[in-house]
């Protein structure tokens, strides 16, 4: 992901969690980030459909990162399919 601005609301949402969470969209959804889609799967973090009913998606940056923390909540890394410490350096 290249937009700065969509780097600093990950930032500001994900605290802590934030590098591995900007590895994890950087991999996930590349430099599309929001408009990010393949088959089912929407977004800076690829979430599928159960996962956007359950968490909340949306069009923004921070609609997605703020669903994308509270699967991440529930679930940890398990659903995704890039993890933070296989997608470090991802772009």
Do not use: I
Request: aromatic share 10%; glycine share 12%.
């Amino acid at each position: 992901m290249t937009n700065p601005r969509v780097e600093r609301v990950v930032r500001r949402v994900w605290g802590h969690h934030a590098e591995a969470a900007l590895a994890v969209a950087r991999c996930e959804s590349g430099r599309r980030g929001t408009r990010a889609a393949n088959g089912q799967f929407r977004g800076l973090f690829q979430m599928g459909r159960w996962a956007r009913r359950k968490y909340g998606h949306g069009r923004c940056a921070e609609a997605q990162a703020r669903a994308a923390q509270r699967y991440f909540l529930e679930a940890g890394w398990k659903p995704w399919g890039c993890k933070p410490w296989r997608a470090r350096g991802a772009r």
